[in-house]
């Protein structure tokens, strides 16, 4: 156990001073890291949601808290960034399982129409105006899905979901061993500061001889393949993740999309991990994503030297 692990199990003894937001994040990590999966997700995400206005006020659908109803129509509104919606997709299928009809009220139309777009091609239904929904339909939020679903962690994993559709136009002529890196995720996200790596201290400890394609719309890099101006789409991302031999990035959507696919990844993870990071398992293996999937955790504070050294490690 780590220093920063040892620190929140003694917090985790909780006293009359202990704030709020201490005692919902200790507990739900705890739960998690204990096999308590549903419950440490539910403990994460649901604790202290604020009521849907569009699904509890104005449309007054009959919210669904797991309960399996064979024949009814679900709506699963979709939350969080995009990775979000990558991770739980996979739960649709769970309430197939149930005999109902999941349909995902997705977030992104207005501003990413081509990720409800992909999520049609792998056999979703996605409604994007709500004034399709019918007053007999039940509705849930997405992220707390798989708690509602009273998954545990052999669960989590049916194998990959997601396909790539091998575009000839995103075809590479490159016979290197070739790596997949994206270093930070949305600047705009208040906590990126906390998983954003250094550019130059992920490519020190990468093979030399390796092509390096730089998996950001927004940035380039002297000693690396850009592919800025080639992912216009998320079908572009898969198809160029498909042809990667390992992805290595920070916590992003992208390491959500290659694990989805089944793609060797390393996800660089930072100290205030998110939540899926947090299994039981000890062994760099996660639950959530299968055997190529490996969860490289920050140790020091501030300093990305440990991770990094593992994943020069692995890839030698």
């Excluded at 949601?49 to 104005?58: R, V």
């Excluded at 991770?87 to 299928?93: H, K, Y």
């Excluded at 995720?185 to 730089?214: C, H, T, W």
Aim: aromatic residues 12%; contains cysteine; negative net charge.
């Amino acid at each position: 156990m780590f220093e920063w692990e040892k620190e929140a199990e003694e917090i985790s003894v909780i006293g009359p001073d202990t704030k709020q937001e201490d005692i919902d994040l200790i507990t739900c990590n705890k739960d998690l890291r204990e096999g308590r999966t549903a419950k440490g997700i539910i403990s994460f995400i649901a604790t202290h949601k604020p009521e849907n206005w569009l699904f509890a006020k104005k449309l007054k659908l009959k919210f669904w808290d797991g309960t399996p109803q064979p024949g009814r129509t679900i709506v699963i509104n979709g939350e969080g960034g995009i990775g979000d919606e990558l991770i739980n997709i996979r739960f649709m299928d769970h309430l197939k399982d149930y005999g109902m009809k999941p349909i995902l009220y997705s977030a992104w139309y207005e501003h990413r129409k081509d990720i409800t777009d992909l999520f049609r091609r792998h056999g979703h239904e996605v409604v994007t105006n709500a004034l399709f929904f019918h007053k007999d339909w039940l509705w849930t939020n997405m992220m707390p899905l798989p708690g509602y679903l009273g998954v545990t962690e052999a669960d989590l994993w049916r194998g990959p979901y997601l396909t790539p559709i091998r575009d000839p136009k995103n075809k590479l002529n490159d016979n290197k061993f070739k790596i997949g890196i994206k270093c930070n995720g949305n600047p705009y996200f208040d906590q990126d500061i906390y998983r954003s790596i250094p550019i130059e201290e992920m490519l020190e400890v990468l093979p030399k001889n390796a092509s390096v394609y730089y998996f950001d719309k927004e940035k380039t890099h002297p000693d690396t393949i850009s592919l800025k101006d080639k992912l216009n789409t998320w079908e572009d991302t898969l198809d160029y993740i498909d042809q990667m031999d390992v992805i290595v990035s920070s916590c992003t959507s992208l390491v959500h999309a290659a694990g989805a696919m089944g793609k060797k990844t390393f996800v660089i993870t930072p100290i205030a991990e998110y939540y899926i990071w947090v299994t039981t398992r000890t062994d760099e293996s996660s639950p959530w994503y299968g055997d190529n999937f490996k969860v490289l955790k920050q140790q020091t504070l501030r300093s990305w030297k440990e991770p990094l050294n593992r994943v020069r490690e692995l890839l030698n």
